[in-house]
RNA sequence: UGAGGCGUGGCCAAAUUGGUAAGGCUCCUGACUCUGGAUCAGGCAACUGUAGGUUCGAGUCCUACCGCCUCAGCCA
């Protein structure tokens, strides 16, 4: 599943757009996705790049990736390029067009300059406390800083003192002299500049005031001349603000339109929740497969073009909402279903005798490696007179409707031949079993008889002393509750973890064609899922799995629903 | 009791700026099948937050109400 003909997008930011177009408000279309380098892009962050990007895309124009480094103390190069990576992972380019607000420190400053010549900025002496103080709350207005009316010259100097290093951290501010009265609490003469003694990731020790983010944003998308300025709800309240320095500085105006953040069932997307994931060892570090960033997801075997399918069919709207993780699944089976090379893996093996085999005879059969595509071949798979199967694929007492093996069914073994079951094999201790007898047909080569009899069952298999050992990983979801914040009161999200997030099974036996998989590659292993070379731990001898995500299971529903009902 | 947003089937989400509710996921049937996979065909399910109003006709316009979200960092 590649380049699916994409309809034009009907959601509203396309329409804006598109009548944007039209009445030409803009003459082309150019966005920007503008992350701070502070931590790992997730799946929620690839919904804004799928918009920010696609968008350009769709309309012919282009998107920037811009990095919003204005907070020295929180940004690190290292994530820098983890996003870059992400991204092109994602399968997206910004070209030449890799930005950085820091780029726009001169201009900034002098624009700043700008306003307080305008008597539009002022230089305030309120530190933190008062200045929270005076900005009033959301019913009651706020009052005035004592510092407001400073002659233009002394804010100049004062500004220039602060630019030289002259004060301590957090002394000063430089604030837009707006209206300290304003419903909007925004525009309560918010800061534009505050002092940080502190080395900037790309701009070292030049600066030791840095741009907030209010003043620093809405300037940076009019330099790069964004038309349309994509972004999450929470900065609709910030809109009035960017307007006004805009307006004030009278330059190049984006267009802000603002959308729905993606949530997700089963898992949680906030930068905090997700650090604390990591911090307090609830999973394994930031690309834990289980992890919803896009380094983990990448690791867990998740394809781009399925993110990229997934994030076109939730849409985008302004309503919040929680997207079923059922989708991101599904969108994934259906990319694998087509792409991923089918290989035979045991995960919970019994041993087969097949008594009536010879004792030293081995077999290669013929198997094709997708029956979706006939161009990805077949290969040669080992047949002998001792193989494993799934513990699960017998019953001793077969229930309703169960199709697979039995004592004196006969099933097929996918590719092979069919087997009856003669006779079951104890633990005299424990009762379990620990193996089966049988016979086959040596007729049914191939997997069906010159009788033309039908079998119910197909079963997966391995040839045990042919078999090469792999660990899998079976993962779930991390959180047990659809929404792990609909928690009762006092308890904390990390309560509902789920216990079985990871299963991990040792001793596989899976066919031996996978001694040569390759880290990252990924298989579908019959009648389980899909499942990727771990690129972090695997290697040559000692191979794991990780499972992307399961096969449909329709038995499994067929059971579940019996035993309710017993 | 401030301001700004949002409310369409279980979950997402459309509806040519009033014309009589797309599509996807889920779920359920059936067909087919050497993966109880895939595929195909079909089906269940919404009086569009509530109550009024305008209109021949309203999810779309008006009024009132209800619910939910965001904002009081020198974070972004």
């Keep these: 599943m590649t380049e699916e003909k994409n309809p034009a997008s009907s959601h509203f930011i396309a329409n804006i757009i598109r009548e944007d177009l039209q009445t030409g408000r803009y003459d082309r279309v150019h966005t920007r996705f503008p992350p701070e380098p502070n931590g790992y892009l997730h799946i929620g962050h690839a919904k804004a790049i799928s918009i920010d ?90 009052r005035e800083s004592p510092y407001r009316n400073r002659s233009v010259d002394e804010n100049l100097e004062l500004f220039a003192r602060m630019r030289a290093g002259e004060f301590p951290d957090g002394s000063r501010t430089l604030r837009a002299k707006i209206d300290m009265s304003a419903a909007n609490i925004n525009m309560r003469d918010p800061i534009m500049y505050r002092i940080l003694h502190a080395t900037h990731h790309r701009t070292g020790d030049a600066w030791c005031i840095y741009p907030t983010y209010d003043w620093a944003h809405g300037q940076s998308d009019s330099i790069e001349g ?43 997307l906030s930068k905090r929740k997700l650090i604390r994931l990591v911090r307090e060892s609830h999973v394994r570090g930031w690309d834990d497969p289980r992890m919803p ?40 089976r259906e990319d694998l279903n087509l792409r991923a090379p089918r290989v035979m893996a045991v995960l919970n093996p019994v041993k087969v005798v097949i008594e009536n085999y010879p004792q030293d005879k081995e077999e290669l059969i013929d198997a094709d490696n997708n029956p979706e595509d006939a161009s990805m071949g077949t290969r040669k798979i080992l047949f002998s007179r001792e193989i494993y199967i799934e513990k699960n694929d017998f019953r001793e007492t077969p229930p309703r409707k169960y199709f697979r093996l039995s004592p004196g069914r006969e099933v097929r073994l996918k590719h092979a031949y069919y087997i009856t079951c003669t006779g079951v094999i104890k633990d005299p201790e424990t009762g379990e079993i620990v193996e089966l007898r049988c016979t086959y047909d040596p007729e049914s080569k191939g997997g069906s008889t010159p009788d033309g009899r039908k079998v119910q069952g197909t079963l997966h298999w391995v040839s045990a002393p042919h078999a090469i050992k792999a660990t899998v990983r079976l993962f779930d979801h991390l959180f047990t509750r659809e929404n792990p914040f609909d928690l009762p009161e006092g308890a904390d999200f990390t309560d509902d973890l789920n216990p079985e997030s990871l299963v991990e099974l040792e001793n596989c036996p899976v066919e031996p064609g996978l001694a040569s998989a390759e880290p990252g590659s990924r298989y579908q292993f019959m009648r389980h899922g899909y499942f990727c070379v771990d690129t972090v731990d695997s290697r040559p001898g000692r191979l794991v799995f990780n499972r992307i995500t399961s096969l449909r299971d329709t038995w499994a529903k067929i059971e579940k629903k019996s035993l309710r009902l017993e």
């Design 53 to 142: 990007f696609g968008l350009a895309r769709e309309f012919g124009g282009l998107c920037n990736l811009r990095f919003d480094d204005t907070n020295p103390i929180r940004e690190e190069t290292e994530y820098v390029e983890s996003m870059k990576q992400d991204i092109r992972w994602l399968g997206y380019d910004w070209d030449d067009r890799l930005y950085f607000a820091s780029d726009y420190f001169d201009k900034l400053y002098r624009w700043a300059v700008d306003l307080i010549r305008k008597g539009k900025a002022y230089v305030c002496d309120l530190n933190a406390d008062e200045i929270r103080e005076y900005r009033g709350t959301l019913t009651e207005s706020g």
């Design 226 to 268: 964004i038309t349309h300025s994509l972004c999450d709800l929470a900065y609709e309240i910030h809109r009035p603000l960017y307007d006004w320095f805009l307006e004030r500085l009278q330059v190049h105006r984006p267009r802000q339109i603002e959308f729905a953040r993606l949530n997700m069932t089963h898992t949680v």
């Design 293 to 332: 960033t896009l380094c983990g997801l990448r690791r867990r075997g998740y394809t781009p073009e399925a993110i990229r399918t997934f994030c076109d069919r939730i849409g985008v709207a302004k309503r919040e909402s929680v997207v079923d993780a059922g989708l991101l699944e599904h969108c994934l």
